[in-house]
């Protein structure tokens, strides 16, 4: 039954980028014939690290009054920066450090900088994510622990970090570079770091940015516009936020105040209270007042005749 692309973009990401050769060494499994038409300066030696055994070199410049010291770390990519072929763009008020490691993939870089001992704090650290993962790794999700586990180191070290994503190789399949780049990136932003990408730049039709081996980048044409991306990205990091201050309070309008008004009412005069011992009766058209008065026994009524008339 075929196989769909969702099951072959499965299995490209849950199996390693590297099928194992005869020696127990990965070799590419889709190789690619292109390579670079670029120019690269001979490689020189270095010292070899206890940590890795690998050539590792760390270039840390002197403290410069005034400026912010930036602290990259990587791989190969870094030995044009580390030797000075290749110069990274100046003013800004920063100063670059670098400390590379050629050949080491995210586990190595872990013990590197496990082991380093950097004379100055660093304003900034960038890293520059591992490509070697591509070919060190036997599974995507092995590259992402190792990735999660040298990010959490350096962020243990140094609070201001952030990752510059590898420039693209020639020679690995553009997939898998893309899947290794999304579970970096992933990573990173769980973990609340900036990942910034950087293959948009290296435009794969333009072969004079690589090296003839299609890996490295040539230091008259790749390597320059790493240089300059790195610088323009660090300074980013480096500026400051700009804290907005609050918005001036809008004047209150007038309350205009409104002094009550008592209203007295005048009530109608209630009539004089009738007494109790007077009653009226008519006679005829005359009205006859009738008053009472009373012993001790009886109450004799008194006709007050001088009101009556016929």
Same mark, same amino acid.
């Given at each position: ?47 070899? %690290? ?10 840390? #410049?002197? +403290?410069?009054?005034? +400026? ?12 044009? /920066? ?25 586990? +190595? ?22 490509? =070697? ?25 140094? %609070? ?15 997939? /898998?570079?893309? !899947? ?15 990942? /910034? ?34 610088? =323009? ?17 809008? #004047? ?15 009530? #109608? ?6 007494? #109790?011992? +007077? ?13 009472? !008065?009373?012993? =001790? ?6 006709? =007050? ?6």
């Amino acid at each position: 039954m075929p196989r769909g692309k969702d099951h072959r973009r499965a299995r490209a990401r849950n199996f390693a980028p590297m099928d194992l050769g005869p020696t127990g060494h990965p070799s590419p499994s889709a190789p690619s014939s292109r390579s670079g038409t670029g120019f690269r300066h001979p490689v020189r030696r270095w010292p070899v %690290s206890s940590a890795t055994g690998k050539s590792h070199k760390c270039l840390v #410049p002197p +403290e410069s009054p005034g +400026e912010k010291f930036v602290l990259v770390v990587g791989d190969s990519h870094l030995r044009a /920066l580390v030797d000075g072929i290749v110069r990274m763009p100046g003013g800004g008020g920063m100063t670059f450090g670098f400390m590379s490691t050629p050949g080491a993939s995210a586990a +190595e870089l872990y013990k590197e900088v496990r082991h380093a001992n950097i004379p100055r704090t660093p304003d900034l650290v960038c890293l520059l994510a591992p490509s =070697n993962n591509l070919t060190a790794s036997r599974t995507l999700p092995e590259a992402a622990v190792d990735f999660r586990r040298l990010l959490t180191l350096l962020q243990s070290k140094w %609070s201001k970090l952030f990752v510059l994503d590898f420039p693209p190789r020639l020679t690995v399949a553009p997939d /898998l570079q893309t !899947f290794l780049r999304q579970d970096f990136n992933r990573v990173a932003a769980q973990m609340g770091i900036k990942y /910034l990408s950087v293959a948009e730049h290296f435009s794969l039709d333009h072969l004079a940015l690589w090296a003839r081996d299609g890996v490295h980048l040539s230091d008259d044409g790749g390597m320059v516009l790493l240089a300059s991306l790195l610088w =323009n990205y660090s300074a980013l990091q480096l500026v400051e936020p700009e804290v907005q201050a609050p918005p001036p309070a809008s #004047p209150r309008p007038a309350v205009r105040r409104v002094t009550p008004k008592v209203v007295v009412r005048e009530h #109608p005069v209630s009539p004089p209270p009738t007494n #109790p011992f +007077e009653w009226a009766c008519k006679v005829g058209k005359a009205k006859v007042s009738v008053s009472s !008065f009373h012993t =001790n026994e009886m109450i004799f009524p008194v006709l =007050n005749l001088s009101m009556c008339s016929r």
